[in-house]
């Protein structure tokens, strides 16, 4: 009863008290889906994080003092992660990585912002989050509108005529599909079809009928790999050959298991550069440990793109000497260039968004893997 | 309502009205007044369910429509026509009373497991509207961003603190208003409504009319609690509001105590503060609520801490005469 | 005309799984006049199961595929079946004598419990069925159906077929129709009521398991929330038909699965669901009774 609540607040408040410890580690935060549906990401960010942490402190640590991974779960839920940031800002974090999904992700940045922690993003493109003028909000990952240029001059190399546009009214996929659909319009190419499938379903077999009735050269899918695996199995039982082209939610081995082999065959999608595609040599040395501490290599690129956001942060502490936020929010804007980074050169613009190309696109062949493309 | 209930609200009125002070003693203190927070929150929501659901006794699992509802309301008219969040409540509330009558109306005299499954079809098409960016209003699958902060006598209202105080200012105010709604006629009448509805009609009691009045009570207040959810989080997109959050005021009121008051906020904080306390095994934590759910309505249906209040004192009652037996009065 | 036809038969095929699973709750309604929630997650179970079973036993190779599956596919409905019964011992005997509200409660908690207990189990990721069945398709009037969509429709109304057969021309079918109408009368009849009710929750369970399985082998690919919206879609198909009425939970079946696939062709896709939901509101409004049901839902 309230009474009892009342209490147990009161109680819990009092406990509380206790828990402020003396700074002798810097605490760098991370915040990440480690339960709910993007579970395999967060994993991944938490191992990458993990890994470099102690790789770190194997070195000496930062500015002499051992650094430690403070890692809090955001369910991949707005308000769980809302709640998550809460926690982390109350860890002393100097600064945050994370998180995977554009509306997580926004639901924590004001709370970051307002407590005046840094945060690096690892796997969150929509384009709005760095046009809210929030001076301590980074990321690593491209942006949506980088996609669709991308998407938008594949389509166009292909020669198509006719395009389709799928997408799953989910705030990603349309974003991306709206995207092209732009991009294209603005070149004279109007999309012969534009309609959203219900995610989460089996059965597509409607929408690829009706596809099929616009008689399209090309179709891309923006959504996600669970119904793109779905729309090729079940393309290829209609009998239908359209080429398909999907967008970067695209990238995940279990579509050619969903599709099966047959049907994944020539499907291509764009993407950041898969894990085994990163070819620096210190990218080969730290797969190659982080091989060796977790038995396998890592699947997702956002979890190098976190690791990544892991060593800028790093990086700007030893460079400023400071774990400030300004000084360290300066550095990266302002002096961080040509950082060698595992999944390429980073360097970042006034907005915090990454500059430079990331998108690539691939190609599923046969043997049922993703091979790059030139 | 009677002197020991009275009493125990005002401990509890008193202890929390202290925790957001207490909070700055601590690092984590902020984040134990946004997980009360959370809490008033669906206190709110399950006492609007409650009147529908505990008190008029119809089966609702569409709920979170409403909230969505009133939510959205708030949202579009603070950052389409800039009118300052606070004074949407009102508005917030009417739209989603009105919603709440117009797609009530052609349902409402269904029966008990119906009545459920259709609410639960009109939450997923509310639902599904919303991210369909229906009239263009609602940002699709990106929801609305940008609400402003409620600001009260000038003061902007933007920590967890001060939401504490306005979010449990007005759990405080719903208590004591359904605590009268208890006790009125139109409560007596919900009640005998949800015991025996050929009866309640057979003694006059209006129960087509009074079955929309009650949805309309109960989806004006979940609006409200919206115009609240809207301010506090400044975005808001169609994920918070589907069949999952109705399903969770559904376990709240009836796990709690369906007609209790009480029951139900104690209902919302017990689901709510297990949720945070299980925050990792949240499949498991599900598990538990659908296995306590099952025993209870074997074991205890009335519910975990249920209140039921007399309409009368024993006093008020016409004295009998001497030699009857005395009357006992009640708790 | 092509795109229509081809619409159609899509439309019938998934219509044909809303049906078996539709059975199901019609079944149970019609002797306990309450909505089993959980059935849809029965049918989920089916699939899961089904996999499992699929992936260790390996039957269509050791068996051949026509008799593997056929073992396959026996083995879910028992194990679907006996979850039934359990479901039916634990969650709504219980409440047999309590007021309406409890059982519906109970349901929605054995409901949420089998659901969330398979997702802990399996795991939130979807899963994939091992390709086994051909994925060729043949030529008909020039539309292009695979061979499986019409093996799905088959199986389908040969399961119905018999259930019909067995409700309509056994002693223990019409012991069923009979407890359905008045268990009381039934009891009087000489009819063990328990027993009947716990065989209603074995062949409904059974053909939701069976249902789950089709769309395993059929789509291919399975999650532990696809319960949820058959289970609604099915309920809903139930309800078109008339609740209570065999013949009227197969025909409503086809025809949700008809109007669903061509409303979200015609319409759009994207509200497809809304349009399933849709209806099942327009029916309870405008017939409450269905189209073959006889009796009208009381109180309504």
């Known amino acids: ?374 | 309502m009677n002197r020991r209930l009275a009493l125990i609200y005002g401990i509890a009125a008193a202890a929390l009205a202290v925790v957001p002070l207490l909070a700055g003693l601590s690092p984590d203190g902020r984040y134990w007044v946004e997980v009360l927070n959370n809490v008033g929150l669906y206190a709110l929501l399950a006492l609007s369910l409650n009147v529908i659901l505990g008190d008029a006794g119809l089966f609702n699992m569409g709920h979170a429509a409403f909230y969505a509802v009133g939510a959205y309301t708030a949202a579009i008219f603070n950052t389409r026509l800039g009118v300052p969040i606070l004074w949407t409540l009102p508005l917030s509330g009417a739209v989603a009373a009105l919603f709440a009558v117009l797609v009530a109306r052609p349902v409402v005299h269904l029966r008990g497991d119906y009545l459920l499954i259709v609410t639960i079809g009109m939450g997923e098409i509310v639902r599904i509207a919303l991210v369909n960016n229906v009239f263009g209003l609602t940002g699709g699958a990106n929801g609305i961003i940008g609400i402003a902060r409620p600001s009260l006598f000038g003061h902007r209202i933007r920590r967890s603190e001060e939401f504490f105080y306005l979010i449990w200012g007005f759990v405080a105010l719903t208590v004591f208003l359904f605590h009268r709604l208890a006790r009125s006629r139109f409560g007596r009448a919900l009640n005998y409504l949800r015991e025996d509805e050929i009866a309640a009609e057979g003694s006059g009691v209006p129960t087509a009319r009074h079955r929309l009045k009650v949805f309309a009570l109960g989806a004006a207040w979940a609006g409200m609690t919206g115009t609240l959810f809207a301010a506090k989080m400044t975005s808001i997109s169609p994920e918070s509001f589907g069949v999952g959050e109705s399903v969770q005021l559904f376990a709240m009121v009836i796990l709690g105590g369906s007609g209790s008051i009480p029951g139900v906020v104690a209902g919302a904080a017990m689901l709510t503060g297990l949720s945070e306390v299980f925050r990792g095994f949240a499949s498991a934590r599900m598990l538990v609520v659908g296995a306590a759910m099952v025993l209870m309505m074997a074991v205890r249906p009335q519910g975990l801490f249920p209140v039921h209040l007399p309409r009368f004192r024993a006093a008020d009652l016409p004295s009998p005469g001497p030699g009857a037996p005395e009357r006992e009065a009640l708790p | 005309m092509r795109p229509f036809l081809e619409q159609c038969t899509n439309g019938l095929a998934v219509g044909s799984i809303y049906a078996l699973i539709a059975l199901g709750y019609t079944m149970v309604y019609g002797v306990l006049k309450l909505i089993n929630f959980a059935h849809g997650d029965l049918f989920t179970y089916g699939a899961y199961l089904g996999m499992t079973l699929l992936t260790s036993l390996l039957l269509h190779e050791r068996l051949g595929i026509g008799p593997g599956l056929l073992v396959l596919a026996l083995m879910v409905m028992g194990l679907v079946a006996l979850l039934g019964v359990l479901l039916e011992r634990v969650a709504y005997r219980p409440v047999r004598s309590s007021p309406r509200l409890n059982a519906v409660v109970s349901a929605l908690g054995a409901s949420i419990f089998l659901q969330n207990g398979l997702m802990l189990v399996y795991g939130a990721r979807y899963q994939v069925y091992p390709d086994v069945l051909p994925q060729t398709a043949f030529s008909i009037l020039g539309l292009h159906v695979p061979v499986l969509r019409v093996g799905v429709v088959l199986a389908s109304v040969a399961m119905m077929a018999v259930l019909y057969f067995f409700v309509q021309r056994t002693r223990l079918g019409a012991a069923v129709r009979a407890v359905a109408i008045d268990p009381d009368a039934a009891r009087l009849m000489g009819i063990d009521v328990n027993k009947i009710i716990m065989l209603v929750f074995v062949i409904g369970p059974a053909l939701g398991g069976a249902a789950g399985l089709l769309v395993g082998l059929y789509y291919g690919q399975i999650s532990f929330t696809m319960g949820w919206t058959y289970g609604m879609k099915a309920f809903t198909a139930a309800i078109l038909g008339g609740i209570g009425n065999i013949p009227g939970a197969m025909l409503g079946g086809l025809l949700l699965g008809l109007i669903e696939a061509l409303g979200a062709a015609y319409l759009s896709m994207a509200w497809r669901d809304a349009i399933a939901y849709g209806v099942l509101i327009l029916i309870l409004i405008v017939r409450p009774s269905g189209l073959l049901g006889e009796r009208v839902a009381d109180k309504v």
């Open chain 1, 1 to 374: 009863m309230k009474r009892v609540m009342g209490a147990l607040a009161l109680a819990l408040g009092v406990c509380m008290t206790g828990t402020v410890r003396a700074s002798d580690t810097i605490k760098i935060g991370m915040i990440a889906p480690l339960t709910g549906a993007w579970a395999s990401e967060g994993q991944e960010m938490k191992r990458n994080g993990e890994l470099l942490a102690a790789e770190l402190n194997g070195r000496g640590g930062l500015l002499g003092k051992q650094v430690e991974l403070v890692i809090e779960d955001d369910g991949g839920d707005p308000r769980t992660a809302s709640l998550a940031a809460q926690r982390l800002t109350s860890r002393g974090v100097v600064a945050v990585i994370g998180t995977y999904g554009s509306a997580v992700t926004e639901a924590t940045q004001t709370i970051f912002d307002e407590e005046g922690i840094l945060q690096i993003a690892n796997g969150s493109t929509a384009v709005r989050l760095t046009e809210k003028g929030l001076k301590n909000f980074f990321r690593t990952c491209p942006r949506d509108d980088e996609q669709g240029r991308v998407a938008a001059a594949v389509i166009q190399k292909s020669g198509a005529k006719r395009i389709a546009l799928v997408h799953d009214s989910s705030a990603y996929s349309k974003g991306l599909a709206d995207e092209i659909n732009t991009l294209l319009s603005a070149k004279g190419v109007t999309p012969v079809f534009f309609e959203a499938l219900t995610p989460k379903e089996q059965d597509y077999s409607a929408i690829l009928t009706k596809l099929k009735a616009a008689q399209p050269d090309i179709v891309f899918f923006t959504g996600y790999y669970p119904e793109a695996g779905l729309l090729l199995k079940q393309k290829k039982q209609m009998g239908w050959n359209v080429p398909f082209v999907g967008g970067d939610a695209i990238n995940n081995p279990d579509l050619v298991k969903i599709a099966g082999r047959e049907a994944a065959q020539g499907f291509r999608f764009l993407s950041p550069p898969v894990p085994k595609d990163l070819d620096t040599p210190e990218a080969k040395a730290y797969m190659a440990a982080y091989q060796k501490k977790y038995g396998e290599a890592p699947n997702s690129i956002y979890g190098v793109l976190a690791a990544d956001g892991f060593r800028v942060i790093a990086k700007a502490i030893e460079a400023t000497k400071s774990t400030e936020t300004p000084k360290l929010r300066e550095y990266l804007v302002g002096s961080l260039k040509d950082f060698p980074g595992y999944t390429g050169t980073i360097a970042f613009n006034g907005k915090g968004d990454r500059v430079g190309e990331l998108y690539r696109v691939y190609a599923v062949d046969a043997a049922g893997s993703f091979v790059l493309q030139p």
